[in-house]
């Protein structure tokens, strides 16, 4: 059996960010492709 690092047991699901932050699981999606497109200066 493989084992999970820590690390990614952290990792919350997200449906976890959407609920902890009062937001729908679409508006993330949303805002993460908005983020995905981004130029960083």
């Given at each position: 059996m493989e084992k999970k690092s820590p690390r990614l047991?952290?990792?919350?699901t997200p449906g976890e960010v959407a609920k902890r932050s009062g937001v729908a699981v679409s508006a993330l999606h949303f805002y993460e492709?908005?983020?995905?497109?981004?130029q960083y200066p």
């Open positions: 047991k952290a990792l919350l492709s908005k983020r995905a497109n981004y």
